[in-house]
C-alpha cells in the first residue's frame, strides 16, 4: 500500500513544481504512514531512456529524496512512497519503482495470493524476479503481456489488466506505468476497502489519520493544464484536481499529452 505521483510535461520539471512547495511538503509527510522506501523515475527528454532511483529509507529523512525532488529531472516522471504490505521485508529489491528495459512500474495495492499471482508469469519472467513483492510480480506480467502482444503496449497492459481483474478481483491495482513513450496510469479498486484497521494502528482517531485515508484510501485525482497532466493518489486534498473515475486505466502520451482510456478496461 503506497502513495503514487505521475506527471507528463512540456519542459524539464521538478516534482516539487509539479506540486508546488505547500502540496510537496504534504505529499512527503504522508511518509508518517508510508515510511518503507521510496522512488522515483523519469525521462530527463522525449526519446531519452528511463532513469531511476529508489531507496528503502523513509523519504523524509533521506536527503537524497529532497535533493531529487527540487531538480528538474524531466518532463515525465513518478514518485512513489512505500508502505510495506504486512508479511514483505523493507529492502532494496522490494522497493518500488521496478525497472527494465525503459520501463519502471510501482503499484499502490496489494494482490493475494502471491504465489497464484506468480503462477500467471512464464518461467522467463519468473526468472527475471529479484524481491519478494506481489506488485514486482504485477511489473512481470505486464511485460510479459506486452511481449506477448509484440510490443503493442496499449493490448499488453489490457490484458494483464484482465487476467488481475479475473483472478485477483478485490485486490487494489492501482498503478504508473512508464514507458519509453506513455504514462499509464492504472485505478481498479472498486471492490476494495481503505485499510482503515491497519492506520487505527498508527493513530489515536480516524479524525488524526492523513486526508481521505480512512474513507477513500485507493482513490486517485489527476488535473490538466495548458501544459502538464498530473496524476495523484489521496492524502493531498487541494483545489484544482479532479477525482478519477473508478475502475478506469488512461494511456498518457509523453509527446503530446493526449489521454486516452483503454478499451476495453474489464470490471471485477
Not at 11 to 40: C, I, K, N, Q, Y
Not at 177 to 193: E, G, M, Q, W, Y
Request: with cysteine.
Amino acid at each position: 500500500m503506497c502513495r503514487l505521483l505521475g506527471y507528463v510535461t512540456t519542459r524539464p520539471t521538478s516534482v516539487v513544481d509539479v506540486l508546488g512547495r505547500d502540496d510537496f511538503d504534504t505529499f512527503t509527510a504522508l511518509t508518517e504512514v508510508h515510511s518503507d522506501g521510496w522512488g522515483m523515475a523519469w525521462h530527463r527528454s522525449l526519446g531519452d531512456e528511463t532513469r531511476a532511483v529508489s531507496s528503502a529509507r523513509n523519504a523524509s529523512i533521506d536527503p537524497e529524496y529532497e535533493t531529487l525532488a527540487e531538480q528538474a529531472l524531466g518532463c515525465c516522471g513518478l514518485v512513489h512512497l512505500r508502505w510495506a504490505t504486512g508479511g514483505l521485508p523493507v529492502s532494496p529489491e522490494n522497493t518500488h519503482p521496478f525497472t527494465d528495459a525503459g520501463y519502471a512500474f510501482a503499484h499502490n495495492g496489494h494482490i493475494a495470493p502471491i504465489d497464484h499471482l506468480e503462477a500467471q508469469l512464464s518461467a522467463a519472467s519468473r526468472a527475471k524476479l529479484v524481491g519478494d513483492t506481489d506488485s514486482e510480480r504485477y511489473f512481470r506480467l505486464i511485460m510479459q503481456c506486452i511481449d506477448e502482444a509484440a510490443g503493442d503496449e496499449a493490448e499488453g497492459v489490457t490484458r494483464a489488466l484482465e487476467i488481475l481483474v479475473r483472478e485477483f478481483p478485490n485486490s487494489s491495482l492501482n498503478a504508473l506505468l512508464l514507458t519509453p513513450s506513455k504514462l499509464f496510469a492504472i485505478h481498479i479498486n472498486s471492490r476494495v476497502d481503505s485499510p482503515v484497521e491497519s492506520l487505527r494502528e498508527l493513530f489515536e482517531s480516524v479524525e488524526a489519520m492523513p486526508a481521505s485515508h480512512a474513507t477513500e484510501y485507493y482513490a486517485m485525482d489527476y488535473r490538466i493544464t495548458d501544459d502538464a497532466v498530473h496524476v495523484i493518489s489521496s492524502g493531498v486534498d487541494a483545489d484544482g484536481w479532479t477525482r478519477i473515475p473508478e475502475d478506469t486505466a488512461v494511456m498518457i502520451d509523453l509527446a503530446t499529452r493526449e489521454v486516452t482510456r483503454l478499451h476495453p478496461v474489464p470490471l471485477p
